[in-house]
Nanobody, 126 residues
C-alpha cells in the first residue's frame, strides 16, 4: 500500500521561509520522479516544481524560480521543497506526487502522476 505524506506547512509572514517534506512508503522511491503541486482557493491545481529520479534534473514554474528549491534524498525516501522569499500569492495547499517517468525526466503535468499525498497548508501573510 503506497502512502505519500507531506509535512512542514505553516503560517509565515511575507519574506519568510519554509521547508516542506514528503515521505513515500510502499513504493521503490528511486523508481519515481517526484513533484510538488499547489492549489489555492478557487484556483486550479498547478505544478510548482519537479525532480527526476536521479535528483539531478529539476523544473520549476516561472513564478517560483529563484525562490524555491526542490531536492530529494533517495536513501531516506524523502522529497523536499525549500521555499524562500515567500509571497502572499504562494498561499495554497501543497501536494507531493510520484510518477513513473523515464530516468532523467521531469513533469509539471498532474495527470502524469499516480500517487498523491493529502497536502500540507502554506499560508503567507502580508
Amino acid at each position: 500500500q503506497v502512502q505519500v505524506v507531506e509535512s512542514g506547512g505553516d503560517l509565515v509572514q511575507a519574506g519568510g521561509s519554509l521547508r516542506l517534506s514528503c515521505t513515500a512508503s510502499g513504493l521503490n522511491f528511486d523508481d519515481y520522479a517526484m513533484a510538488w503541486f499547489r492549489q489555492a482557493p478557487g484556483k486550479e491545481r498547478e505544478g510548482v516544481s519537479a525532480i527526476d529520479r536521479s535528483g539531478r534534473r529539476t523544473s520549476y514554474v516561472d513564478s517560483v524560480k529563484g525562490r524555491f528549491t526542490i531536492s530529494r534524498d533517495n536513501a531516506r525516501d524523502t522529497l523536499y521543497l525549500q521555499m524562500n522569499s515567500l509571497k502572499p500569492e504562494d498561499t495554497a495547499m501543497y501536494y507531493c506526487a510520484a510518477a513513473e517517468l523515464p530516468y532523467f525526466a521531469t513533469s509539471l503535468t498532474a495527470r502524469e502522476y499516480t500517487y498523491w499525498g493529502q497536502g500540507t497548508r502554506v499560508t503567507v501573510s502580508s
